[in-house]
C-alpha cells in the first residue's frame, strides 16, 4: 500500500478524531471529519476536511473483453458466487485463495461436476496469502468472499494493486476503513462495488422502477429489515470457519447487516444521487437468546463454554435514518428470534405505498386497501425493469437467492465488458457500511443521534441518477 493507515488519516485530517467506532465515537454524537476540530469554515463542516480525488460516481473505468477473475474465500458463499461468475461469457476464473487448502479444493472440485473448463489457480494455507493472489499482475477483479473483518484490508490492497474489486457485504467495520475505501478507490480509479444482491431482487427492482416513474409521488418514508432466524447457524461448529459469525455477534451491538433492508431503499431515494442521509439513530432490545443458547450447548459442550461470559448482540435492533430531503428510512436487524423470514421492503409516498413481506403488495387508497390481485398483476408488469425481462428467466433457473444473485453476477461482468459505470459504487458502499457502527455507537448511547459523514465531499447534489435497471447500455454479455 502506498499510505499506511496512519498516514492516510493524517494527511486527510481525519487522524484521532472517531473514525475508528464505538469507543472513538463516543466523546460526540458526530461521525464527521471536520466538525469535532471546532475552527473550519462553512464548506469544511459540510463535507469535512477530506476532499474528493475524483468522483467515482458515474465512472466507467475502460472496457475489459475478458474479465480475469481472482477469489479470496472459498468458504459457503465463495463457492457459489465462483460457479455463478465461472457462468458468465468473457470471464476467466484465474485463481482461488483461502486459507483453507481444503476449500480451495473443495471450490474446484465444485466447478469440474458443473463442467467448467476454468482451471484456477490455489494459493492457500497462510492469512496473508491473498495478497500473493494481488500481486498477481493478470486477474482485473478481485472477488472477496471472507468473514467481514477481512473486506476492507483486502479490497484496499487489491485496488492498490490494481484491480477493480467486488465485496461481498458489508465492506467495512469502521468508519476509518470506510474513508479508506472511498480514498482509495477515487486514487486508483478502481471500482469497489459491494455485492449487495438484494438490490436485484424481483420485486425491489420493480419498485425501484416504479419510484423513478413517480407511482409512489414524492417518497416519504421507507423501511428495510434482515430478520432472518439464523441461531442454530450462529452456534453450527462446521458451517463457518472458526464461527466468525457468532463471535461478531458476541463482540458488537447495533445493526451489524443493514444492506439487506436498505440496498433498493436508497436506491429508490437516490441517496448520493440528489439525496443524503444526514443523521440517524438506533436502539437494541437486550440479548434474550444467545447466551442461553452459549449457556445450553456449554453442558454438553465444553467448547462453548468461552462464550457464556460474552454480551452478545441485543436480539432486535431498530435504526431510524433522516435524510437530508426530509425522508426517513427504518431498518431493522434480527437473527435470531423465531420469525418468518422479512426483508419488509416499504415504499410509502404521497401517492402510493407498496411492500414485499410477508407478501407483495401495493395500495394507493387506504378505503380500497391493497390491490387485488389482477391489478398487482397488471401493475407489476407494467413496471417489471428491462434487466429483468433480458435475464430474468435464465437468472430465475441458475437461482441464488431466487436469481438474484445471478442477475447481479451477470449486471456486473456485462458493466466491465462494456466499459458502463457499475450500478454501485464506493460511495453506496462506505455509507451503507458506516451504519454498521454508528448504530454501535447509538445503541452505545442511549439511542442518540449521530450524522453522517458525507463520504461524496458534497457531489451527491449534482451526481446523476444511479442503478440502470432499463439497460440503457451494455446488456450483450450471455452465459455460457
Ligand atoms: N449477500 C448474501 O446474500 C450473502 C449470503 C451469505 C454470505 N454472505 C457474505 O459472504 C461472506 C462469507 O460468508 P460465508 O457464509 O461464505 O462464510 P464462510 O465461513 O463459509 O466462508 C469464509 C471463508 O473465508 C476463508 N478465510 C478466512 N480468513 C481468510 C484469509 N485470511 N484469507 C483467505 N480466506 C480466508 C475461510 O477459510 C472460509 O472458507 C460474508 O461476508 C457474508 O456476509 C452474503
Known sequence: MKQSRKEFLKSAGLAGIGLTGVGALSSC?????????????????????????????????????????????????????????????????????????????????????????????????????????????DIDLVIINT????????????????????????????????????????RTRKHCFQMTNVCYGFFEMVTL???????????IHGEGAYIHQLISNKFSRSLHQDLWRLRENASRNGNLYPHHGLGTIAQIMEINHGESMDFMVSISSNDFMMRDKAEELAETDSFFEKFTDKTFRGNMNTSIIKTKMGRTIMLQHDVTSPRPYSRIHKVSGTKAMARAYPTPQIGNDYREGWFSESKFREVEEQYTPEITKRVGEMARRMGGHGGMDTMMTWRLIDCL???????????????????????????????????????????????????????EKGGTTRFV
Open 417 to 471: 465488458r462494456n466499459g458502463i459505470p457499475l450500478d454501485m459504487n464506493v460511495y453506496d458502499a462506505a455509507l451503507w457500511s458506516a451504519i454498521i457502527p454508528m448504530s454501535e455507537w447509538s445503541v452505545a448511547n442511549e439511542g442518540r443521534p449521530v450524522s453522517f459523514p458525507d463520504f461524496t465531499s458534497g457531489s451527491w447534489k449534482t451526481n446523476k441518477q444511479g442503478m440502470d435497471i432499463q439497460l
Open 29 to 137: 454524537a458526530s461521525s464527521q471529519a471536520g466538525p469535532m476540530a471546532g475552527t473550519d469554515s462553512p464548506e469544511e463542516l459540510q463535507n469535512g476536511y477530506y476532499k474528493q480525488q475524483f468522483n467515482m460516481s458515474g465512472y466507467a473505468a475502460p472496457a475489459l473483453d475478458q474479465v480475469r477473475i481472482g477469489v479470496i474465500g472459498t468458504g459457503n458463499r465463495g463457492r457459489s458466487n465462483t460457479g455463478r461468475f465461472a457462468r458468465i461469457e468473457g470471464v476467466e476464473i484465474k485463481a482461488l485463495c483461502d486459507l483453507k487448502e481444503q476449500a480451495a479444493q473443495q471450490a474446484i472440485d465444485e466447478l469440474k461436476q458443473n463442467g467448467s473448463t476454468h482451471n484456477p489457480e490455489v494459493y492457500a494455507g497462510s492469512e496473508d496469502v491473498w495478497k500473493e493472489m494481488c500481486d498477481r499482475d
Open 147 to 186: 468473514p467481514w473483518h477481512l473486506h476492507a484490508p483486502q479490497a484496499i490492497y487489491a485496488m492498490e494493486k490494481g484491480k477493480h474489486v467486488a465485496t461481498e457485504i458489508p465492506a467495512a467495520q469502521t468508519l476509518e476503513d470506510c474513508w479508506m475505501l472511498v480514498e482509495t478507490s477515487e
Open 209 to 219: 422502477n416504479m419510484a423513478r416513474a413517480g407511482f409512489f409521488g414524492e417518497v
